[in-house]
């Protein structure tokens, strides 16, 4: 049995890219010669099949162009700060109409979102660095060292998505959730969470931080466990590009809140 036997009793993966279209009707879930053969037709064209449908080194690859774009788009928002906001709010936008419009058109979707995200990330990241010189790039080998981390626990089975496990990477997103639409809520009444300040370095501002961190750290092992699922349900081409999107998402949150984490440690030298 595979070890993805229990995903429907368990739930969906609190990534919204994955939660909405990762399991919905229509996505293939056979293959086309088991479908064929049920409808009385006949084909040996299994290669031809294969190259149809969602593989993990396929999504993997992806990604790998995805973070590529990223880090070309953070050139151009370093050395050209002004593009930092519209750039936010044209990635937010793309992410939106991958998510909930058209996510079989991600393979032109996410390279687009990728690279604006990464100007955005370039023009915060630099920001950050006029503050405190070499946040930056600490922010990044942190990010990468937890990604790296999580997957070797997660391919070794030292970390295993089970119910409780997803239930409580769910519930600790969902309340950071909140906790974030509040604070924008108040912004317009021209206060805010303190906490959630990157140069407030309280001792409770800090461990908030890191409790974000280490929910931001824990989806990432959700999203491997999807993309694995899809693969092994051989859901369509396109899904390895909106698998690499989704890590992308997940990816972008657990940086901007490391820079947070590094920038509150910081504020209290």
């Given at each position: 049995?595979?070890?993805?036997?229990?995903?429907?009793?368990f739930g969906r993966?609190?990534?919204?890219?994955?939660?909405?279209?990762?399991?919905?009707?229509?996505?293939?879930?056979?293959?086309?010669?088991?479908?064929?053969?049920?409808?009385?037709?006949?084909?040996?064209?299994?290669?031809?099949?294969?190259?149809?449908?969602?593989?993990?080194?396929?999504?993997?690859?992806?990604?790998?162009?995805?973070?590529?774009?990223?880090?070309?788009?953070?050139?151009?928002?370093?050395?050209?700060?002004?593009?930092?906001?519209?750039?936010g709010i044209l990635?937010?936008?793309?992410?939106?109409?991958?998510?909930?419009?058209?996510?079989?058109?991600?393979?032109?979707?996410?390279?687009?979102?990728?690279?604006?995200?990464?100007?955005?990330?370039?023009?915060?990241?630099?920001?950050?660095?006029?503050?405190?010189?070499?946040?930056?790039?600490?922010?990044?080998?942190?990010?990468?060292?937890?990604?790296?981390?999580?997957?070797?626990?997660?391919?070794?089975?030292?970390?295993?998505?089970?119910?409780?496990?997803?239930?409580?990477?769910?519930?600790?997103?969902?309340?950071?959730?909140?906790?974030?639409?509040?604070?924008?809520?108040?912004?317009?009444?021209?206060?805010?969470?303190?906490?959630?300040?990157?140069?407030?370095?309280?001792?409770?501002?800090?461990?908030?931080?890191?409790?974000?961190?280490?929910?931001?750290?824990?989806?990432?092992?959700?999203?491997?466990?999807?993309?694995?699922?899809?693969?092994?349900?051989?859901?369509?081409?396109?899904?390895?590009?909106?698998?690499?999107?989704?890590l992308m998402v997940?990816?972008?949150?657990?940086?901007?809140?490391?820079?947070?984490?590094?920038?509150?440690?910081?504020?209290?030298?």
């Amino acid at each position: 049995m595979s070890k993805h036997s229990a995903i429907n009793r368990f739930g969906r993966s609190r990534n919204p890219a994955f939660s909405r279209n990762f399991d919905q009707g229509g996505f293939r879930t056979q293959s086309s010669s088991e479908m064929n053969a049920g409808s009385g037709f006949r084909t040996t064209s299994s290669v031809a099949e294969s190259t149809d449908i969602m593989t993990l080194d396929g999504a993997v690859n992806k990604t790998g162009i995805l973070l590529a774009l990223c880090f070309t788009g953070a050139a151009v928002g370093w050395n050209i700060p002004a593009l930092t906001l519209p750039a936010g709010i044209l990635g937010f936008i793309l992410a939106l109409v991958t998510i909930f419009r058209s996510p079989s058109k991600a393979g032109t979707t996410a390279p687009f979102y990728a690279l604006v995200q990464g100007v955005m990330l370039g023009g915060i990241s630099l920001m950050y660095e006029n503050l405190y010189d070499g946040i930056a790039i600490q922010a990044i080998g942190l990010t990468f060292g937890i990604l790296a981390s999580l997957l070797v626990c997660y391919k070794s089975g030292l970390i295993k998505p089970t119910e409780n496990f997803r239930l409580m990477v769910g519930a600790g997103i969902g309340g950071i959730f909140i906790l974030y639409m509040v604070s924008f809520v108040m912004s317009f009444f021209g206060s805010g969470i303190s906490l959630l300040s990157p140069t407030n370095g309280s001792l409770m501002s800090i461990g908030l931080s890191l409790g974000i961190v280490c929910f931001a750290s824990l989806s990432l092992v959700l999203d491997f466990d999807y993309i694995e699922e899809g693969a092994e349900k051989g859901l369509p081409k396109y899904m390895e590009w909106y698998g690499a999107f989704s890590l992308m998402v997940t990816l972008i949150w657990l940086y901007l809140e490391i820079l947070r984490l590094l920038a509150k440690i910081n504020s209290r030298r």
